[in-house]
């Protein structure tokens, strides 16, 4: 049939090795830190984005929790319709050279792109301790924590289980797993602490933890805080419980710009 591209002419990538550029827009079979087509290190793993291959798995990860479930929901509430007019969406993004601009795009709320950020100034509960609490459960952790950014630390709001930090703890974020994770912005493993340089070793047998899995809370390019799961056994998570922090961790972030958005509204 005319318009249809026939199989032997299609090229296939697998999802282990599959990058996207954010340069040159390129999908490519990639296991490089730059772009093979124009040299960008803009490149983003597809498998890490989808939460890991389902190759060889025999069911997918399903989360099935009703909490859970009402909070999305409310949380999609508050995403705009598709369905907007193009000049309100123009409204929103505003304009360049008095004219609206052709493709609208999202702009970052203003409180939280301030350079002295202290989301302590936010009541984010009981919303954060919810997912901590579910992120527990569904990863089978001993622990888990939600840190926020008080102006240029990072301050424990919320925890659940024996091996979390206390509340009110400063998380280190010029040494160990932490700052590592703020700085790369990206889902950090750690399978076992007493066998990486990159963990606070003394921290982590004061709390009894081996295992740890910490993702960024980012919101546009900035990061407004981290959440992590912790084991006290090692080797404790894997690939799907990195897709459920994904999961978890967006949810976190939508729940905080909604709150700041309802707080500059009062």
Do not use: K
């Not at 350079?115 to 997912?131: A, N």
């Not at 102006?151 to 932490?178: F, H, K, Y």
């Amino acid at each position: 049939m005319a318009g249809w591209t026939r199989a032997f002419e299609a090229s296939f990538v697998p999802l282990g090795t599959a990058v996207f550029c954010g340069q040159c827009e390129v999908i490519s079979d990639n296991n490089t830190p730059y772009c093979l087509a124009c040299g960008s290190l803009a490149i983003l793993s597809l498998s890490r984005v989808l939460g890991g291959s389902l190759l060889g798995q025999n069911t997918a990860r399903l989360i099935a929790d009703v909490e859970l479930d009402r909070l999305v929901r409310e949380l999609l509430g508050t995403v705009p319709s598709p369905f907007e007019t193009q000049e309100a969406a123009w409204g929103r993004t505003g304009r360049q050279n008095g004219r609206p601009t052709a493709h609208p795009v999202e702009v970052p709320h203003p409180l939280l792109n301030r350079s002295d950020l202290d989301l302590s100034e936010l009541d984010l509960e009981p919303t954060i301790s919810l997912i901590a609490e579910r992120a527990q459960s569904i990863t089978a952790a001993t622990g888990a924590a939600v840190a926020l950014r008080r102006g240029n630390e990072i301050v424990c709001r919320a925890r659940s289980g024996r091996t979390a930090p206390d509340l009110g703890v400063r998380l280190q974020t010029n040494t160990g797993l932490s700052a590592q994770c703020v700085r790369t912005g990206e889902v950090l493993l750690c399978s076992d602490a007493e066998d990486n340089p990159h963990v606070d070793l003394a921290s982590c047998r004061r709390l009894g933890v081996r295992s740890i899995l910490v993702a960024p809370l980012r919101y546009f390019r900035r990061t407004l805080g981290l959440f992590e799961v912790l084991s006290s056994a090692p080797y404790a998570f894997d690939q799907g419980d990195v897709g459920a922090m994904q999961m978890l961790a967006g949810m976190m972030v939508a729940a905080i710009s909604r709150r700041a958005g309802s707080t500059a509204g009062q």
